[in-house]
């Protein structure tokens, strides 16, 4: 039964860094206009979804953790942000890099002090790269 479960996570984790890579990939390609357009009006929405879902995530992990009111107050300041950052249409894929940078980082310190399983920490580091990357792409393209 864990196997089957860790292995949909994996499914799942992978599954949801697909519109970034096709993302990337139209970032790369040359598509018409309004096609380009599309894509990457959905890959804001995409990506302010999964920032909002990561950082209640973070945001659920510390209410069991008082040494961890940092983390509350960051993971609310990260979602303000980036919806502000959307909303005055202000850099907000370069904060999103950024929000996505900070959000693995705070992974790694729940790692440090053993809050989560390194599986799941190589995972959502490898998913970050692959998010990272295709957003990359698509602001240099």
Same mark, same amino acid.
């Given at each position: 039964m864990v196997v089957n479960r860790k292995r949909l996570i994996y499914l799942l984790t992978y599954s #949801? #860094?697909?519109? !970034?890579?096709? @993302? =990337?990939i139209n970032s790369i390609f040359d598509y018409p206009k309004n096609y380009e357009q599309i894509i990457s009006n959905s890959i804001d929405i995409y990506s302010l979804l999964i920032i909002s879902f990561i950082s209640g995530s973070h945001w659920g992990q510390s209410l069991n953790n008082d040494n961890k009111v940092n983390v509350l107050i960051l993971s +609310? *300041? %990260?979602i303000l942000g980036i919806w502000f950052a959307y909303i005055f249409q !202000? @850099? !907000?894929k370069s904060i999103f890099l950024v =929000?996505?940078?900070? $959000?693995?980082w705070i992974d790694y310190a729940y790692l440090l002090i053993e809050k989560m399983n390194r599986w799941y920490l190589e995972l959502r580091? +490898? %998913?970050?790269? %692959? *998010? $990272?990357?295709? &957003?990359? &792409? #698509?602001l240099i393209f």
């Amino acid at each position: 039964m864990v196997v089957n479960r860790k292995r949909l996570i994996y499914l799942l984790t992978y599954s #949801g #860094g697909i519109p !970034f890579i096709i @993302y =990337a990939i139209n970032s790369i390609f040359d598509y018409p206009k309004n096609y380009e357009q599309i894509i990457s009006n959905s890959i804001d929405i995409y990506s302010l979804l999964i920032i909002s879902f990561i950082s209640g995530s973070h945001w659920g992990q510390s209410l069991n953790n008082d040494n961890k009111v940092n983390v509350l107050i960051l993971s +609310n *300041v %990260i979602i303000l942000g980036i919806w502000f950052a959307y909303i005055f249409q !202000f @850099y !907000f894929k370069s904060i999103f890099l950024v =929000a996505f940078t900070i $959000l693995l980082w705070i992974d790694y310190a729940y790692l440090l002090i053993e809050k989560m399983n390194r599986w799941y920490l190589e995972l959502r580091r +490898n %998913i970050s790269l %692959i *998010v $990272l990357l295709s &957003l990359m &792409l #698509g602001l240099i393209f």
